[in-house]
Structure formats: structure tokens, C-alpha cells
């Protein structure tokens, strides 16, 4: 039997939905990206966040390659049905910049800033 949440996702034409994943204690937004009906079933089923990669074409496990894994707390569907909330538990940096959050720009008095440095270099965490 398929699992509910799975069943009441609206995927878009593509069979893609955005999923935001956000820090489960903190409520800090980190990232957001895709999933397609198998990331979304693996992430159920194995507690580890995993989602689509488009320009991989593929399902892409959040950490594989960085070790920057997500673990997941909780998953929710928003009213409409065609946007997921993935609340994790977030080892390390979530965005491969090095920072936190993907979320690390703002406007500031008419420029676009970097409001967070980098944690980790990006050649540090993919080992370049």
C-alpha cells in the first residue's frame, strides 16, 4: 500500500515538486530543491533526505558526496498538495557554497550581499 503523503502529492508536469528543507529545532530555512515520486518514497523509507537532481537526471542522496547529510524529522504537503516542508536534522552545511542556508543573500541599501561567510570551503567539502 502506498504511503498517503505519497498519493496526495500534486508532481507537476515534469512529475517534480519543490520540497523546502528547513532545520527541525531552530526552524532555520536551509535549502530547496526537487523531488520526484522515488526521492520522495526513498526519503520516507530510509529517514535520509533524498532528492531529484535535474541537471543530474537522477535521484541525488543529500551528503553522498559531501557528507553533509539531512535527516528527516518530519515530512509535510502544504494546502495545495504541490509543495513538500522537509523538516531535518542538518549535519554540516546545507548549501555548496559552504554555508548553512542556500538563503545567503539579501538587498541591502540597493545590493545584492552575501549577509553569511562560508563555513567550509567548497573545495574542502567536495574534496577538490
Known amino acids: 500500500m502506498e504511503n498517503p503523503l505519497l498519493s496526495a502529492i500534486a508532481f507537476n508536469a515534469d512529475g517534480l515538486v519543490p520540497c523546502i528543507a528547513q532545520q527541525h529545532d531552530t526552524g532555520e530555512v536551509l535549502m530547496m530543491a526537487w523531488m520526484n515520486r522515488d526521492a520522495v ?11 531529484y ?28 498538495g504541490d509543495t513538500l516542508l522537509a ?18 543573500q539579501a538587498e ?11 563555513e567550509i570551503s567548497p573545495d574542502k567539502l567536495y574534496g577538490h
Open 53 to 80: 537532481s535535474r541537471s543530474r537526471r537522477g535521484l541525488w542522496r543529500k551528503g553522498e558526496t559531501s557528507g553533509q547529510v539531512q535527516t528527516l524529522k518530519e515530512l509535510r504537503l502544504d494546502c495545495d
Open 108 to 118: 541591502r541599501e540597493g545590493e545584492l550581499v552575501a549577509i553569511t561567510a562560508p
Open 87 to 104: 523538516l531535518v536534522d542538518q549535519l554540516g552545511v546545507a548549501c555548496h557554497t559552504g554555508r548553512r542556508s542556500c538563503f545567503y
Open 41 to 51: 518514497a526513498e526519503t520516507l523509507s530510509t529517514g535520509r533526505v533524498c532528492y
